[in-house]
């Protein structure tokens, strides 16, 4: 959600902090800001908006100092203004931020009480102010620390800068992530490994309630308990991640024409190419045969990954599905068998609800499973199986190939369930792992489409409504297009199974509204040629997305036609959510809207 960077540095550290954030950026973009120590006396610049206005904020007002953090937002608490922009700082204490402190109300009105002046109106002010409070007690600034985070809840990490303390930096994780980094000589903390990358590819990673001590050569890790404690240090491949748009003129489309390459690692990881059978990388705690049934939970586009999943296990494995929205899950006292699995899917690996969700799977003796773009991250760390989707660091806040590789890694392990259950035989199997294979050429192709695709957005981009329609697995590719083009161009779009077109969406149709369907020549096709017989007699604008046979015997003449070549229908799902996401990025370019960084949104959900 927010991003959060700290260096203990030898030269003026300003400039490095906002080029960390600007690694960062993907996390949030409503405000940034910056805090460093000169002489033991606390700076700070902030400003409101993107990182290109505190750049210019600091080419007007340079920050000297070799410490300091960083900080940038996506407002949960307080409007995204430069009061309520991060660092907060009182005379002794600066502090960046990213969660969501639950007590913060009554911890203000405490502090208030006790003489405090709030400037802004955030939750973590109330941080800043708290530890002030002890280090007026006489506490040192980790005792301070310490006494404070006994006194929070919530969800969080947290970097604190300390006037007159040139040679500290303390950071705190409670559910969001905080990476250490080590350096020659300095010291580093960030939201993640990216924003370190330029640095040092040495990193550790808090675990959760543990907090961290930094001085330029010193390194203490304690836990929820102040109990001193050794987290384990590794090489990251962020290094080799970071990315820039290339050729591209945002990042999503970028990441939109990395898909063939990046499917097709995650496959290769997978899949046994030579003897066409799936050939998983962790041996399963558990038995697939014993298994009664299957809970699958993931937010946003990861939920409708888990939707296509749940026809795969219930096809190939004949293995009952439910399958909950993440923040929907625990709430519903759904009765939950010992032994069973849950799958969980998140690109981040650290949404807060998938996270949530999955604890209350193993509270109730669940094996928990997931499907994760960040290996080492919490939902990762708290799983008894990961499966990485492999697909590199996604900038774009819409995801397009965390998806795919998504749906590459659930199609394997249903095809690896159901040869486990006796219900694939070892010809099904192959059959199946052959048409994964194709995919990443099939992609190619699908990505010849975009002109065409460009031609359609024009006219896309001049309506209000659109409705996605498709059956069977194309019903979850209908919701995730219907998703992509409400995310990027603001357009209102809702996806249906179409066979609910005459249950209430048909009375929308007119002649000013588009209807984007997903019709593979698969088994339900006659069928949904007939509800777009239904929307082109009352006048509706139909794009259809199928293949040569289905273009063949569409029969209506009035339909715009994207033509995907010819394919296995178990595949269907990866190789249409290419044109799907082409029309909404397209849209969204013709209008102008920020396709990366789109209103409202962050990349990573980690508050409830």
């Not at 969660?99 to 109300?105: D, K, Q």
């Not at 996806?495 to 077109?501: I, S």
Request: glycine share 8%; with cysteine; proline share 5%.
């Amino acid at each position: 959600m927010c991003g959060i960077v700290g260096i203990l540095g030898t030269e003026p550290v300003a400039a490095h902090l906002v080029d960390a954030l600007k690694r960062l950026e993907y996390r949030g973009y409503d405000s940034a800001g910056v805090a460093t120590l000169d002489h033991g006396k606390l700076g700070r610049r902030r400003a409101k908006g993107k990182l290109s206005a505190l750049d210019k904020r600091l080419d007007q007002e340079p920050l000297p100092g070799n410490v300091g953090i960083g900080h940038t937002r996506w407002a949960t608490h307080g409007r995204p203004t430069e009061d309520n922009a991060h660092p907060h700082a009182t005379d002794r204490v600066a502090v960046v931020h990213n969660g969501i402190i639950e007590n913060f109300r009554e911890l203000r009105e405490k502090l208030i009480a006790e003489g405090c002046k709030f400037t802004s109106e955030t939750d973590t002010e109330v941080v800043a102010h708290l530890v002030t409070q002890e280090l007026k007690r006489g506490k040192t600034p980790m005792e301070a620390v310490s006494a404070s985070l006994k006194q929070l809840r919530g969800a969080f990490a947290l970097a604190f800068l300390f006037a007159g303390e040139d040679d500290l930096l303390i950071g705190a994780r409670r559910g969001s992530p905080l990476a250490i980094g080590y350096g020659r000589g300095e010291m580093y903390l960030g939201s993640d490994a990216i924003a370190l990358a330029p640095f040092t590819d040495t990193v550790s990673y808090l675990e959760d309630g543990d907090w961290v001590v930094l001085t330029r050569k010193t390194v203490q890790v304690r836990d929820a308990n102040d109990k001193l404690v050794e987290r384990p240090t590794i090489k990251s491949m962020a290094s080799a991640m970071l990315v820039d748009k290339g050729n591209h003129k945002h990042f999503m489309a970028k990441e939109i024409h990395e898909q063939p390459e990046v499917v097709g690692h995650t496959l290769a990881h997978y899949i046994d190419m030579v003897h066409e059978r799936v050939a998983l990388p962790s041996e399963m705690p558990f038995d697939w045969k014993k298994l009664k049934r299957l809970s699958i939970s993931a937010c946003g586009t990861a939920f409708y990954a888990g939707l296509v999943a749940k026809y795969w296990f219930e096809r190939f494995a004949k293995l009952p599905v439910e399958i909950d929205i993440a923040s929907e899950f625990r709430y519903r006292d759904a009765p939950l068998e010992e032994g069973d699995l849950a799958i969980f899917i998140s690109q981040s690996g650290e949404t807060a609800d998938t996270l949530a969700s999955l604890r209350y799977a193993k509270e109730h003796k669940l094996h928990v499973l997931s499907v994760v773009n960040v290996p080492t991250s919490t939902i990762a760390r708290d799983s008894d199986v990961v499966m990485p989707t492999l697909a590199g660091p996604e900038i774009g806040v819409a995801s397009t190939k965390a998806f795919t590789c998504q749906l590459a890694v659930l199609a394997c392990l249903a095809i690896a369930a159901g040869r486990a259950r006796g219900e694939l035989s070892e010809a099904d199997e192959q059959k199946l792992v052959h048409a994964l294979i194709e995919v990443p050429r099939l992609m190619t192709q699908a990505l010849t489409l975009e002109p065409q695709i460009e031609k359609l957005a024009v006219e896309l981009s001049k309506t209000r409504d659109v409705l996605y329609l498709g059956r069977g697995t194309s019903f979850p590719i209908a919701l995730e297009g219907a998703l992509k083009l409400k995310e990027i161009s603001y357009i209102h779009a809702e996806g249906y199974a179409a066979g609910e077109l005459k249950h209430g969406p048909i009375a929308l149709i007119d002649e000013k509204m588009p209807v984007i369907v997903i019709a593979p020549h698969d088994r339900v096709f006659d069928k949904t040629v007939s509800n777009m017989q239904e929307v082109a007699a009352r006048g509706g604008r139909i794009i259809l997305v199928t293949d040569p046979k289905g273009s063949q015997e569409s029969t209506i003449d009035s339909a715009h036609t994207l033509t995907l070549p010819e394919m296995a229908s178990t595949v269907t799902p990866l190789v249409y959510a290419v044109p799907v996401q082409l029309m909404a990025y397209h849209t969204a370019a013709v209008i102008g809207t920020d396709v990366d960084q789109p209103r409202n949104l962050a990349k990573s959900v980690t508050v409830e």
